[in-house]
């Protein structure tokens, strides 16, 4: 069970709601619930794969309260608000972004949570933040580039303990249009073996994302 998250049943389906950090505030128009006196963000699995991630049953998602996390790819905030509800007052993101606008409008909606601190860089360029933070217990990458595994592994070999954990989504068409996703999923898989990181699970997060495979991984240290 993930603290701060909701499974709601909702008619024939399943939703995901996480627990409001700043209540009353809605962050990009999504609806709030009132459920058990205490006010939840409903969490769309089609504008975030790691709620996709998460209702698909994906068992190995590490305990995200009151910890510290690297965020790669913050763009407009969406999913990261929702992380921020999860880490709670006590934890803390470091939210990279790399383009100006998305990072502005990324600032503009997430100014009142205090656990976020923003970091405009391209994240290939991981040792221009080294002087913000130590190390992290987990690094969130989903940043669509072609190499966006060797930028998790970077961004984890400088900042993540080791036994911390890795979710890396793989975007299958921002590798290789051509190839077979399967293909490239292995191919990143290997990668990922091959440097230092234990595969704990693989999840296809089709048909709400499509050709995307989230992989967590635990960090053992190369
Ligand atoms: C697929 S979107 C992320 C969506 C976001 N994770 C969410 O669920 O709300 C990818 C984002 O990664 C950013 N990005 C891509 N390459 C990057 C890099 N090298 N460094 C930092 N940000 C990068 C893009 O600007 C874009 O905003």
């Known amino acids: 069970m993930i603290q701060n998250l909701k499974r709601i049943r909702d ?3 399943d939703s995901l709601a996480t627990k409001n950090l700043v209540p009353n505030q809605s962050v990009y128009g999504e609806e709030l619930l009132q459920l058990e006196d205490e006010e939840y963000r409903l969490w769309n699995p089609l504008r975030s794969k790691l709620s996709t991630a998460i209702l698909l049953g994906a ?10 996390i690297i965020y790669l790819g913050a763009s407009h905030g969406t999913t990261v608000s929702h992380v921020s509800d999860l880490v709670g007052n006590d934890g803390l993101i470091f939210a990279v972004e ?10 503009a909606k997430c100014s009142s949570r205090k656990n976020i601190i923003p970091i405009v860089e391209d994240a290939r360029t991981f040792w221009a933040y080294r002087g913000i933070f130590g190390r992290v217990d987990v690094v969130y990458c989903d940043i669509a580039q072609p190499d966006q595994t060797k930028i998790a592994i970077s961004n984890c070999k ?11 989504i793989v975007k299958a068409r921002s590798i290789d249009v051509a190839e077979n996703p399967n293909t490239i999923f292995q191919q990143e898989e290997s990668l990922l073996s091959n440097s230092g990181f234990l595969i704990l699970e693989k ?5 709400f994302h499509k050709a995307h495979l989230l992989i967590i991984a635990k960090y053992q240290g190369s």
Do not use: W
């Open 158 to 168: 400088a900042y993540l303990n080791i036994g911390g954990t890795l979710m890396l």
């Open 11 to 13: 008619g024939q389906k």
């Open 98 to 107: 790399f383009s100006g606008r998305a990072a502005r409008e990324f600032v």
């Open 59 to 68: 068992k190995t998602i590490p305990e995200l309260y009151q910890k510290k």
């Open 203 to 207: 999840i296809d997060l089709s048909p």
